[in-house]
C-alpha cells in the first residue's frame, strides 16, 4: 500500500471515530435538576451520594464524565446490576448528565494522585 492511501485510509478512520465520539458525548448537566431526579438513589447511595454502606459506591465528589459514563453502561447492559440496569433503563441521556452533574459536585471523594 503506497503511503497516500495509508494516509487516506488513516484520515478516514479518524474522521469516522471523531464522528461517533462526538455523537455520544456527555450532555451539559444540570445539578439542580439532577439532584431533584436523585430521589431514587439516595436509598443507597444517601441523600448527598456519600453512601453509609460499603455495601454501596459513593458517588459525591466522583468526575461527572464517570458517573454518566457508568449510567450509560447500565443502561446498555455493558455492566451488569440488576438494580443498576432497571433504575438506569428509564433514564434519558439528559437525566444521566444531569444526576452526574449532581453527584460531582458534592463533596466526597477525595482526589489525592
Excluded: W
Excluded at 469516522?16 to 439516595?42: D, H, I, L, R
Amino acid at each position: 500500500m503506497n503511503r497516500t492511501i495509508k494516509t487516506f485510509a488513516l484520515a478516514a478512520l479518524l474522521a469516522a471515530f471523531t464522528a461517533g465520539v462526538q455523537a455520544s458525548a456527555m450532555p451539559k448537566g444540570n445539578a439542580a435538576k439532577g439532584k431533584e431526579a436523585s430521589a431514587a438513589c439516595a436509598a443507597c447511595h444517601g441523600e448527598d451520594g456519600n453512601s453509609k454502606s460499603g455495601e454501596f459506591p459513593k458517588l459525591a465528589g466522583q468526575h461527572a464524565d464517570y458517573l454518566y459514563n457508568s449510567l450509560v453502561q447500565y443502561k446498555s447492559k455493558q455492566r451488569k446490576n440488576a438494580i443498576m440496569g432497571g433504575f438506569a433503563a428509564t433514564l434519558s441521556r439528559q437525566q444521566m448528565a444531569d444526576l452526574a452533574a449532581f453527584y460531582a459536585s458534592q463533596k466526597g471523594l477525595d482526589h489525592k494522585y
